[in-house]
């Protein structure tokens, strides 16, 4: 059974601030995928890594994937407030066809 | 860009009623669509993938005969709550893979939030 598994669950940070999300796998993954949830709000698509050592950045955020190590980070650089939200990964495993399992989730806060 | 829309966003109804709610591809075929239930402050669960023309596949758990999964068009797959309990209360969302791409994104739906009294 694939187990994916977020560090922190929860994250308070102050404007301006770095910090790194984590993202650890149990097995054998095709494709890992960051996603952003806001209160109420369906999820919004943040990364697609597809390949180990694949990274990719947009705006504040950077992620990255370690396929060796079953292991992905969402970096986080001079935080601003508008990135406050949940923010999950979720795993393809090699044998699931298609079909996504999540992490519980990380709760950023932004303080200003 | 691909566009997933669910109808309806939100729905009460009382225990005992069946609910359904449609997930559509707007501009695309999705050849798969899949079925997540999100509780408050939890994270996603897959309930069942859905193929067009075939049945469903259920997770682990999950009733096949308390959800029923339709899935008649390549744009659209229909959601029942077959006598829905509070328990039930739940965040609602699909998503739809196109197939394309070596299977690379699944576009998610805004959800459909469900309360049962």
Known sequence: ELKVEQNPLFLSMQEGKNYTIYCNYSTTSDRLYWYRQDPGKSLESLFVLLSNGAVKQEGRLMASLDTKARLSTLHITAAVHDLSATYFCAVDGETSGSRLTFGEGTQLTVNP | ?117
Request: glycine fraction near 6%; proline fraction near 3%.
């Open chain 2, 1 to 117: 860009g691909a566009v997933v829309s669910q109808h309806p966003s939100w729905v009460i109804c009382k225990s005992g009623t069946s609910v359904k709610i449609e997930c559509r591809s707007l501009d695309f075929q999705a050849t798969t669509m899949f079925w997540y239930r999100q509780f408050p402050k939890q994270s996603l669960m897959l309930m069942a993938t859905s193929n067009e023309g075939s049945k469903a596949t259920y997770e682990q758990g999950v009733e096949k005969d308390k959800f029923l999964i339709n899935h008649a068009s390549l744009t659209l797959s229909t959601l029942t709550v077959t006598s829905a309990h509070p328990e039930d209360s739940s965040f609602y969302i699909c998503s739809a893979d196109d197939g394309l791409a070596g299977r690379e994104t699944q576009y998610f739906g805004p959800g459909t939030r469900l309360l049962v009294l």
